[in-house]
């Protein structure tokens, strides 16, 4: 995208915005669903896929005992993130470029890139939806899985895209030929999370390194990686290397998860050089970033002690929450981060309704016509509250 005319922009950016309430992120009311796509039976309509039930009002989290509903770290920022943020609140007057700067060299060596091939943002979703933003100005398709994350899917819709949908195969994984397949002329982007959102699934390593290698010849590939921190072996699982064979690739990472800093955005995407120049067009990046979010997610990096408890914790909560759904005999998608996906056997906004009224907030879906519970792993007394919830609900 070389020129945009101002009025078409700016028409572009208020479906934009239109389309960004319709990205999942906490159990709506329907009271609060202004904007969201909504069927005939009061489900955000997703795909014909995947939809989500809506109680009939938003929850109060403040009287929430257990909040499970939003993938949070309960365990963070870390101590020394917390405290590096107060000591530098009080410089919160001046912007932080050269401080922006130093962060965005620390990250590109973690990262064994370039800083160049980085671009900051206060949350990877920011940038999730300015690649839409720019890639589909001037229409085009996405292809990516069904069920997935919708964020940068929806802007892209709103924008003027078309998506192409695809269903993931029955082990839940990327169905990485069938995507390949859907690619066509018109194809701008294809967009995989992974680990993926809803599921919690991930797909091959190696099957996927060969997909972005060869595919990315011919079209940008985006993967989302928002949860990769929580798997023990996270930097051989990334596609990052892609980056220096020169692979027209974008991957996104995220502060929100194995860091706890959800409500302090700051994430990055990297990726070559000429496709950061385009995104920059309409971005200035790290611009949104509060000074003190920049000095707690360098000390967040370093920090490697509190993102390991981070993670056996969220393992512990994970195999916890297995043992009890075996025992109630429920079949759950194995998960590779904060989160699990199980099916229940119950008419999904009752089944929100009857958690909420035991304390505890969780998600619920519809996925290939089967309703599903997706919970957030807590701290395990959160777990045992989930889990007690559960058996009273589906008794």
């Given at each position: 995208?070389?020129?945009?005319?101002r009025r078409a922009?700016l028409k572009?950016g208020?479906?934009?915005?239109?389309?960004?309430?319709?990205?999942?992120n906490?159990t709506?009311?329907?009271s609060?669903?202004r904007?969201?796509?909504?069927?005939?039976?009061g489900?955000t309509?997703?795909?014909?896929?995947?939809k989500?039930?809506?109680?009939?009002?938003f929850?109060?989290?403040a009287?929430?005992?257990?909040?499970?509903?939003?993938?949070?770290?309960?365990y963070?920022?870390?101590?020394?993130?917390?405290?590096?943020?107060?000591?530098?609140?009080?410089?919160?007057?001046r912007?932080a470029?050269?401080?922006?700067?130093e962060?965005?060299?620390?990250?590109?060596?973690?990262?064994?890139?370039?800083?160049?091939?980085?671009?900051?943002?206060?949350g990877?979703?920011?940038l999730?939806?300015?690649?839409?933003?720019?890639?589909?100005a001037?229409?085009?398709?996405i292809?990516s899985?069904?069920?997935?994350?919708?964020s940068?899917?929806?802007?892209?819709?709103?924008?003027?895209?078309?998506?192409k949908?695809?269903?993931?195969?029955?082990?839940?994984?990327h169905?990485?030929?069938?995507?390949?397949a859907?690619?066509?002329?018109?194809?701008?982007?294809?967009?995989?999370?992974?680990?993926?959102n809803?599921?919690?699934?991930?797909?091959?390593?190696?099957?996927?390194?060969d997909?972005?290698?060869?595919?990315?010849e011919?079209?940008?590939?985006?993967?989302?990686?928002?949860?990769l921190?929580?798997?023990?072996?996270a930097?051989?699982?990334?596609m990052?290397?892609?980056?220096?064979?020169?692979?027209d690739?974008i991957?996104?990472r995220?502060f929100?998860?194995?860091?706890?800093?959800a409500?302090?955005?700051?994430?990055?995407?990297?990726a070559?050089?000429?496709?950061?120049?385009?995104?920059?067009?309409?971005?200035?990046?790290?611009?949104?970033?509060?000074?003190?979010?920049?000095?707690?997610?360098?000390?967040?990096?370093?920090?490697?002690e509190?993102?390991?408890?981070?993670?056996k914790l969220?393992?512990?909560?994970?195999?916890?929450?297995?043992?009890?759904l075996?025992?109630?005999?429920?079949?759950?998608?194995?998960s590779?981060?904060?989160?699990?996906?199980?099916?229940i056997?119950m008419?999904?906004?009752?089944?929100?309704?009857?958690?909420?009224?035991?304390?505890?907030?969780?998600?619920?879906?519809?996925?290939?016509?089967?309703?599903?519970?997706?919970?957030?792993?807590?701290?395990?007394?959160?777990?045992?509250?989930f889990?007690t919830?559960?058996?009273?609900?589906?008794?």
């Amino acid at each position: 995208m070389n020129t945009l005319d101002r009025r078409a922009w700016l028409k572009r950016g208020m479906l934009t915005a239109a389309g960004a309430l319709v990205i999942p992120n906490v159990t709506f009311g329907k009271s609060n669903a202004r904007g969201l796509h909504i069927n005939a039976e009061g489900q955000t309509l997703y795909s014909p896929f995947f939809k989500e039930y809506n109680a009939e009002v938003f929850p109060d989290t403040a009287k929430l005992l257990a909040k499970l509903n939003a993938n949070e770290n309960p365990y963070g920022p870390s101590p020394k993130a917390i405290e590096a943020f107060k000591s530098t609140a009080h410089l919160g007057n001046r912007y932080a470029w050269k401080e922006l700067f130093e962060l965005m060299e620390k990250i590109a060596v973690e990262e064994k890139v370039t800083a160049k091939n980085i671009m900051m943002a206060p949350g990877s979703s920011d940038l999730l939806e300015k690649t839409a933003m720019v890639l589909f100005a001037e229409g085009g398709n996405i292809v990516s899985a069904d069920p997935s994350y919708m964020s940068l899917i929806k802007v892209a819709e709103a924008t003027g895209a078309t998506w192409k949908p695809v269903p993931l195969k029955e082990d839940w994984s990327h169905d990485l030929a069938a995507m390949e397949a859907a690619i066509d002329s018109d194809t701008k982007l294809v967009y995989i999370c992974n680990p993926n959102n809803p599921t919690g699934s991930m797909t091959d390593h190696a099957e996927l390194v060969d997909f972005c290698s060869r595919v990315s010849e011919k079209v940008t590939v985006f993967i989302d990686e928002a949860y990769l921190g929580f798997l023990e072996d996270a930097a051989e699982k990334s596609m990052v290397s892609l980056i220096n064979q020169g692979k027209d690739v974008i991957i996104a990472r995220t502060f929100s998860k194995i860091h706890g800093m959800a409500g302090l955005r700051l994430g990055y995407i990297v990726a070559q050089e000429d496709t950061l120049g385009k995104i920059a067009k309409i971005t200035r990046g790290g611009m949104g970033i509060s000074y003190p979010t920049i000095f707690a997610g360098s000390v967040s990096m370093d920090d490697v002690e509190f993102q390991n408890k981070s993670r056996k914790l969220n393992a512990a909560c994970r195999e916890y929450v297995y043992s009890v759904l075996d025992k109630m005999g429920y079949e759950y998608v194995p998960s590779s981060t904060s989160f699990i996906l199980f099916p229940i056997e119950m008419e999904g906004k009752e089944f929100l309704e009857k958690m909420t009224e035991q304390r505890v907030g969780v998600r619920a879906f519809s996925i290939m016509d089967k309703n599903w519970c997706r919970v957030s792993m807590g701290t395990m007394e959160e777990m045992k509250l989930f889990t007690t919830a559960l058996q009273k609900v589906l008794a």
